[in-house]
Structure formats: C-alpha cells, structure tokens
C-alpha cells in the first residue's frame, strides 16, 4: 500500500522466528515446551560462567561507551580457535587479519552479498533444501537467486545442474552457498562437491558454512590456504550456547576480510557478546565435553525412529535429525508439526521434511513417544 516501498521487500514474506520471550519463559502457556527447531544448544551457560558474565557486566563492561570495533582480541582468541581446532601447524596458521566478525553469521551472509553480488546483476547459487537466509537476504537486496536440487537419498548437490548453473551467462553466478554439514538434511560435503567446489574460478567467491562444525568435525580451513575465493562461516548459536548474543565469524583471505569490515556497521557488535564470546572460548573444554553425549543421545534417537515404519531418517553430521514420511505414510509433515505442537514439541517442516534437533535426554525421549503414538494411532491393523 505504502508505494515507496520496493516491491521486492513488499512481496517478501518475512522469517519467522520461533516464538521465544526475552525472559526465556516460552512456555508460559504450557507446562512444558520443548524447542527442538532452531538447532541450539539444550544447555544454557552453566550457572558459574554466567555470574562470571554477570561480573564483567559490572566492571571492566562501561555501558555508557560504544563497543570495541576493531573486535581486536576476540579475533585474536578465535584465530586461535581455529588454528587449534584445525590442527594447523604454526607455519600454516591464520592470523586475526583472516576474521571478521558479524552480529550473527547473519549479518556476515548480508555483508557478503553487499561485498560481492549488490548492485552488479551477479547471483547467487544454491542446493536445496540448504539453509534459508542466503536465500532470503539476497531477496531483500534485489539479488537473483538461482537454486538447483540435491539428490533425493544422499542429498549430495546436483553437480552436473549446479555446473550448467555456472555456464549459464544469466545471471552470472558471483557466489556459491555450501553448508558443511547441510541443514536441514544433516549431510557434509562429499569428496565430489568438495574437487566441484576446487575447479570453481578465481571470480566465483565459494561461502562453506560450518555452523554444525563442533559436531561434524569436518572443517575446510586447512584448504583456505590454496584457495583465496574461499571463506568459511561459523557461528556461536549452536556448540557454544550464545545464540541469545549473536555472534559469529568468517574466515578468509585478508584482502576479502578487509571488504567484509568495510561493509559492516562499526559497532556491529555489542561489548557484552564480545566479552562472551571471549569467555566461552576460555571455557571452551567444559561446554565442548557435552558435545559427545549429544552425539550418543542423536544416534540413539535416530535408531529408535527409524524403527517407526512411516519414517525415513537420515544419518547426521550435525546436532539435529532430518527425516522424511514414506509416500504410504498416513500423516502429511505439516500435520505431524501441527500435532506435535499441541503437545508441547515444536520442530522444524522445512524441505520437504522435518528437522529435529536434538535436545536433553528427556526431550529426546518425549519426541520419541510423540512421534511414535502419533503413527500408532493411525495406524492401520493388519
Ligand atoms: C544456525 C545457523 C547459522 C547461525 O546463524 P547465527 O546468525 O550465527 O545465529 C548459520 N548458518 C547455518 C547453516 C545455520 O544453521
């Protein structure tokens, strides 16, 4: 109605949020809400390093000064990070000058499109179903968006599809998305995909997304080295518990780095994430130790689903499962989303399927029960 509103914008419809509450009490309506699709941590912070949090807040934090925008020592902390995580030899190893940080890995796909693709008629490619902020962000900034399928069982790209994409004169692909391990399908980058995504040209910028990397432990860092149209995503919502503070990181070639700071805006992020950031990343062997038994509770969860003759689920790299009805099943995926709800499970119907992501023990058993009862009750006696 308002007509100085871009069209692009005026047909979008906008991402929807899962219904949380600043003060954390979602389930106000229900007695128990179980979260299980956005794919963060089950655990908070544990008490200790949040009145450690609580402490900064007091003192060095000075609330009325703007934040640290050379984000100098966070970037020195997580190149760290990464070098460790990595197994980088010192010769090898990345330098903070290869960081840059964004208000959520969000903000670092934005800036990348603003960096790269804005304002030039250059697109972007994608494999879906992947994840829908690439998609999304591009939309919003006039950016055309050419996506191509996976394949139905192994969910590997279409490489012979995603190749005539590149070929293609119109639009010209300037930026191809990658998930490393994909979600919502859980899947990490084949060999395949991996030599693809290596003959791509210098003028195609490869954006690989390891915000399930702390789980997957696959990670293409070791390859940034030998190829400068390469960056890597990765983000604190999930491993590290701080999706409530938004941060998140991409690893590249300087001179691109030195393109994302420009583009960003220069207090992006606030001083109260840098310093939780900073202390998550002090704390590191803790919080990553829960890291295996989610593994155990994922594959666990996994064989017990799978043994519901409706269900396909799918292996994962990741903290979260993807499964899909068989075609006889006798439930729609918008109907298994909807009643689960109303018990009090919200998970994710996306792709064609559902996403799970795997919470504490009893959650993991509730959505088995729940999803089990549910076929159960349509189940026809035989
Ligand atoms: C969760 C997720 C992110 C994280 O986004 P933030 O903005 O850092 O919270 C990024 N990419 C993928 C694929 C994700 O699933």
Redesign the pocket.
Known sequence: MLSFIRPAIAQLSAYKPHPGSITGDAASHSPVLDRLD??ESANDLPEELKQKLAQLYLHPLEANRYPDGSHHQLKEAIAQYVNESAQLTPESALSSAQICL????????RSILMATCLGESAGILTANP??S?YGILAQTLGIPVVTVDRDSQTFETDLQAAQHAIDSPRPPIRVVFM?HP??PTGNPLTTQEIQWLEQLPPEILVVI?E??FEFSQHTLVPELDRHPNWVI?R????AFRL?SH???YAIGHPEFIEALEKVRLPYNLPTFSQLAALLVLQNRQPLLSAIDPLLQEREHLKERLNQISQLNVWPSAANFLYARLHSTAQLTHQEIGDRLKAQGTLIRHTGGGLRITIGNPDENQRTYQRLNSLFASVAIPN
């Open positions: 956005t794919n964004g208000n959520g890995s969000d903000e670092l796909i992947t994840f902020m998930v994909n979600s997304d915000a399930y995503l983000t604190f919502s999930k999706a938004r941060v998140g």
